[in-house]
Nanobody, 125 residues
Framework: QVQLVESGGGWVQAGGSLRLSCAAS????????MGWFRQAPGKEREFVAR????????YYADLVKGRFIISRDNAKNTVYLQLNSLKPEDTAVYYC??????????????????WGQGTQVTVSS
């Protein structure tokens, strides 16, 4: 059974930092790309960042470029999202997801097969 389990969310003041984790289990993800998305109340789920499990190639949404860092630890089967210089508009539920077509730049939720349950990030002003 494939599982993606996010953790690390919480409440933080504007300008602060958080590190989210996504632990993967149940299959081999070495030929996958892993993405982070977020969804704020009343808004659509939006792409945040993506990395290839095999070589660590990364891609970021313009809104978070320079503030967020995606990384992975192959030995732990875990993908991370470091959130820095947080703003109130970063408040959302953050989800990790797996895309089997690792070669593409997947920014749409429909391109991902597996999803975690999400972790809430709240940034106060």
């Amino acid at each position: 059974q494939v599982q993606l389990v996010e953790s690390g969310g919480g409440w933080v003041q504007a300008g602060g930092s958080l590190r989210l984790s996504c632990a993967a289990s149940g299959r081999t993800f070495s030929n996958y790309a892993m993405g982070w998305f977020r969804q704020a109340p009343g808004k659509e789920r939006e792409f945040v960042a993506r990395t290839r499990w095999s070589d660590g190639t990364t891609y970021y949404a313009d809104l978070v470029k320079g503030r967020f860092i995606i990384s992975r630890d192959n030995a732990k089967n875990t993908v991370y999202l470091q959130l820095n210089s947080l703003k109130p508009e970063d408040t959302a539920v953050y989800y990790c997801a797996g895309d089997p077509k690792f070669w593409r730049v997947g920014v749409l939720p429909d391109q991902y097969d597996y999803w975690g349950q999400g972790t809430q990030v709240t940034v106060s002003s």
